[in-house]
């Protein structure tokens, strides 16, 4: 069973803090995010990426916010860790699109039958914010489905 643990050093934003900007500005706030993972843990990343998994994102932060806001902001931390693959273009000539463009190949998918998830809040002091990323390799039948 493999397991790979990094830190990002600011608490992932909030789904608050984030929606209602425009396309551009969602789309720069996600690339930061990326670029905020990779800095902190891409030479982590597995040869190939896990089949099943469990992640548990643990987001030190002065307040905590209620449960569906804490699991939908985890959504672009999570974009970040699956892994990229072309999607079946339907029309000859059509332009090629990727699934997971933002992916950085940490599991494959973060669909239920790939990715178990726990997200939690943890309270703390303002100088000890951070965002603590676990993810562990699920293997053989521990998968409950």
């Not at 999570?78 to 892994?83: A, H, K, P, V």
């Not at 339907?90 to 997200?119: C, E, M, S, W, Y």
């Amino acid at each position: 069973m493999r397991k790979i643990t990094f830190t990002l050093p600011a608490p992932f934003p909030l789904v608050n803090r984030t929606s209602g900007y425009s396309h551009f500005t969602a789309a720069r706030q996600k690339n930061q995010m990326q670029r905020e993972v990779v800095a902190v843990a891409y030479h982590l990343r597995p040869s190939v990426p896990f089949e099943r998994a469990h992640v548990l994102i643990e987001r030190h932060s002065v307040g905590t916010p209620d449960t569906d806001n804490l699991v939908g902001s985890a959504k672009r931390l999570i974009d970040c860790l699956t892994t990229p693959c072309p999607l079946v273009v339907r029309t000859p000539g059509a332009r090629q699109r990727i699934k997971n463009k933002r992916g950085l190949g940490f599991i494959v998918d973060d669909g239920p039958k790939h990715l178990v998830l726990d997200v939690k809040a943890v309270k703390c002091r303002l100088c000890e914010q951070r965002t603590v990323v676990t993810i562990t390799e699920i293997v053989g039948a521990e998968v409950a489905a």
